[in-house]
């Protein structure tokens, strides 16, 4: 079982153009979106997180539940649920603004114990930003790394929600020595000022940026570097489309049985390939359709 753990949110999707266009409720969140990727892939996959018990919250499980994934660990408050405002540009890329104050998932606490079956936890986004939820997820990341588990970050930089950058920049250097597969995008890896070979160094055994429609690089520790196009499509827009990626390598490491350090570390550039490449159709898949709507198995062919 693959376990994400993070927030899940509603995006605020606009319809139509204008700064009073109306605004679509969509569900979504970084890691939400990376728990129905996975299940809608086929992979055993549980969330942990915390969400409201308001009409959002319910709407959120509910979609999680209809793609297979595990809820029982999911924490409940009566609080209301994280809104994000989207903005997508004429290009389908999005940006965001986000409405998070006194919200439930602030207020997550870090369970006791993982399921017995998990073999991976992913993390990433807002959760590991917002306090002092931020923290218990910070440490399940370190207690599961100390613990064998395979563990996977995608930072999805949100700066609005930073207040003190440097900071945050020097946190997320503390978390790469507990991180196995390590995943940003180039915008991502602009703003926390480093590299992949400084990345590998401190910690995981791979790091793999995405370049939007330009592809996907794999940086291993080996000192070698593995790329694939993007897949070309007609883009509706990008949401979700980062997340979609994590998923689908999270996906095809599992398949192979490969969700362990070494493993990772010993994938020869034909498997580096195939795995980028399905990482690509998967998320081409998801930028050809509005929202955060991720590939179900029968799309996206094998990896």
């Known amino acids: 079982m693959i376990v994400v753990a993070g927030e899940a949110l509603i995006d605020l999707v606009p319809q139509g153009t204008g700064a009073l266009a109306s605004l679509r409720p969509a ?12 299940g809608r892939l086929g992979s055993p996959t549980a969330f942990c997180s915390r969400t ?3 009409a959002f919250g319910e709407a959120l499980l509910d979609g999680l539940r209809a793609a297979g994934v595990d809820v029982s660990g999911v924490q409940r408050g009566p609080e209301p649920t994280t809104l994000a405002v ?3 540009d004429g290009d389908g890329s999005a940006a965001y603004s ?16 993982l399921p017995p079956t998990a073999r991976a936890v992913s993390f990433g986004t807002c959760s590991l930003v917002l306090e002092p939820g931020a923290t218990a997820y910070e440490e399940l990341m370190r207690t599961a790394s100390g613990n064998g588990v395979f563990t996977a970050l995608d930072p999805n930089i949100r700066p609005g929600l930073i207040p003190d ?3 945050y920049r020097s946190r997320f250097r503390s978390w790469l ?3 196995s597969l390590l995943k940003l995008s180039e915008e991502d890896a602009r703003w926390l000022g480093g590299t992949p070979r400084e990345w590998l160094a401190a910690g995981p055994s791979a790091v793999v940026i995405t ?13 070698a570097e593995h790329s694939v196009p993007g897949e070309k499509v007609t883009v509706v827009d990008t949401i979700g489309a980062g997340d979609t990626v994590n998923a689908a390598l999270l996906h095809g490491l599992s398949a192979w049985d490969a969700l362990t350090a070494d493993a990772v570390a ?9 795995l980028l490449g399905f990482a690509a159709r998967a998320a081409a898949i998801t930028c050809s359709r509005a929202g955060a709507e991720p590939p179900y198995a029968d799309e996206v062919g094998g990896v």
């Open 27 to 38: 569900l979504g969140g970084g890691p939400y979106n990376t728990a129905v990727a996975l």
């Open 52 to 54: 409201s018990s308001d």
């Open 86 to 88: 989207a903005t997508v």
């Open 98 to 113: 986000f409405y998070v104050d006194g919200t439930a998932d602030r207020l997550f606490t870090a369970p006791d114990r």
């Open 165 to 167: 950058p440097d900071a």
């Open 177 to 179: 020595p507990s991180i």
């Open 211 to 223: 370049r939007g429609g330009d592809g996907l690089t794999a940086f291993t520790r080996d000192g």
């Open 266 to 274: 010993g994938l020869d550039a034909e498997q580096w390939t195939r």
